[in-house]
């Protein structure tokens, strides 16, 4: 028994001075943050290194969509590494499962969007929209029309041109200067917006995009970027007209619709993809997170028929691509995991799922800390505010949602806190019934403990 916890504190000394964690606490003192190690998963539930179990109420990052621990998915892999674990995808080489997944997405992506170039992660694959973006005015004969739009709290990864177009503040600041050539626009806030004039909130927020691409010149702007529902930036659904008045907006002035679905694609919000919700098809798509559900890194960007046309225009090689494009195990467990989606009926479990979600999270506005409480499909957040009559905000001096957070942690259940004092919720399609009412009562009870205390 010692010996095992010798080796468990070990590992533990081991993580502290070896490992540069992403997103982790340079300045926290030994200890004081929660150490956890994974080291098993099954469905919705990880187990630690000390034989704890939690519910994975964040899929991770957003991303193990299909749950942990599927022998299905290893067996793609290790079937596809016997065979040919990886080549080149450069010029005309490939692979089966690289093309074979490519045309999967044609069959699920909506409308014309049809030709695939993968990646590896989220950010890669945002560099190479904004890049094509670019490229797709480059060969009509105007390169000046390079500046990409992207709008406040948005979240699209942190490599230079990905850091460029997020907009949050904490992911730039020590990082100057950043890549110039990108422009922000407010996104929607429809839980604070008052209604001037008849106008809906939708068509002001619209506009607000629009009123950015006119300073700028449309004649400038190759591409509004966005994320359907914001993710990290607080888990915020737009209105329901806004996305069809942004594609009048970016059609109006000939600017491409990107739409960053790396969160929302594949079932996420109860639909393959989040753009049909609204009706609207944008004109390049990313994706990444749940293509393979997280059990190998891929990511790509869909491009319309239209798109891939006009590029075709160049006559010669496309001047851009990744070591790691269309990796031939990384697109045999994609593959396997969307048929995993499809056979279990995944998309429509994580709608009804949703809505037992949201139903059981509106409770928790009964609290006096507690905002609103929104959420499309299997992704909620939960804003926590001073007080829920005035809606005002504690202010970045003092956070409450990372204290929500540590007492669901304390409670065996992982859910993740975001800027807005927001406590995110995005569970495993795979979660229970019963797994979900627990994850509630959890946040719940941790709310109210919280609240009792600021
Ligand atoms: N875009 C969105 C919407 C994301 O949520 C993320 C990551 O969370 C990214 C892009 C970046 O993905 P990655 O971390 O794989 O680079």
């Not at 533990?12 to 001075?17: A, C, M």
């Not at 109006?252 to 639909?271: C, K, Y």
């Not at 269309?326 to 994609?334: E, I």
Request: charged fraction near 20%; proline fraction near 6%.
């Amino acid at each position: 028994m010692l010996d095992q916890e010798t080796a468990l504190s070990r590992l533990e000394e081991l993580d502290r001075t070896y490992f540069l964690h992403p997103m982790g606490d340079l300045g926290a003192p030994p200890g004081t943050l929660p150490q956890v190690i994974f080291t098993s998963g099954r469905g919705a539930e990880v187990t630690d290194l000390r034989g704890r179990t939690y519910i994975d109420a964040m899929a991770s990052l957003w991303n193990v969509n299909v749950g942990h621990g599927r022998a299905e998915l290893a067996d793609a892999a290790s079937e596809q590494m016997r065979s040919l674990a990886y080549t080149s995808a450069y010029n005309g080489f490939g692979s089966p499962p690289a093309i074979e997944l490519a045309a999967k997405l044609a069959e699920l992506a909506p409308g014309d969007l049809e030709v695939t170039f993968f990646a590896s992660g989220g950010a890669e694959a945002n560099d190479t929209a904004y890049k094509l973006a670019r490229l797709y005015w480059y060969v009509q004969g105007q390169p000046g029309r390079n500046t990409i739009v992207s709008r406040v709290r948005d979240y699209h990864g942190l490599t230079l041109g990905a850091m460029a177009a997020t907009g949050i503040d904490l992911f730039k600041t020590q990082f100057q200067p950043v890549t110039p050539g990108f422009l922000h626009a407010p996104s929607p806030d429809p839980y604070r917006y008052e209604a001037a004039n008849g106008e809906s909130a939708g068509v002001h927020y619209a506009r607000a995009v629009e009123q950015v691409i006119l300073d700028a010149g449309p004649e400038t702007v190759a591409a509004v970027v966005v994320e359907p529902v914001q993710g990290a930036g607080g888990v915020i659904v737009p209105p329901p007209d806004y996305f069809p008045q942004l594609r009048q907006v970016c059609d109006r002035h000939g600017v491409l619709l990107i739409a960053d679905e790396v969160i929302t694609g594949f079932g996420r919000t109860g639909r393959w993809f989040a753009q049909e919700h609204w009706g609207i098809q944008a004109d390049l798509m990313i994706f990444a997170k749940g293509v393979t559900s997280g059990y190998l890194p891929l990511s790509g960007v869909v491009l319309s028929r239209h798109i891939h046309d006009v590029l075709r225009a160049i006559k010669g090689t496309l001047p851009h691509g990744f070591t790691y494009s269309g990796h031939a195990t990384a697109c045999a467990v994609g593959l396997r995991n969307l048929q995993v989606i499809e056979e279990e009926g995944l998309v429509e479990r994580a709608a009804q799922l949703g809505e037992r979600l949201l139903g059981g999270l509106r409770r928790l506005e009964r609290h006096r800390i507690v905002g609103n409480v929104r959420g499309l499909g299997l992704m909620a957040g939960i804003e926590l505010v001073c007080d829920s009559s005035t809606k005002e905000r504690f202010g970045p001096e003092m956070r409450v949602a990372p204290r929500v957070a540590a007492k669901a942690l304390e409670q065996g259940v992982i859910v993740r806190s975001l800027p807005l004092d927001v406590v995110g919720v995005c569970p495993p399609f795979v979660i229970s019934e019963e797994q979900l009412d627990h994850v509630v009562e959890v946040l719940d009870r941790a709310v109210e403990e919280v609240a009792a205390d600021v």
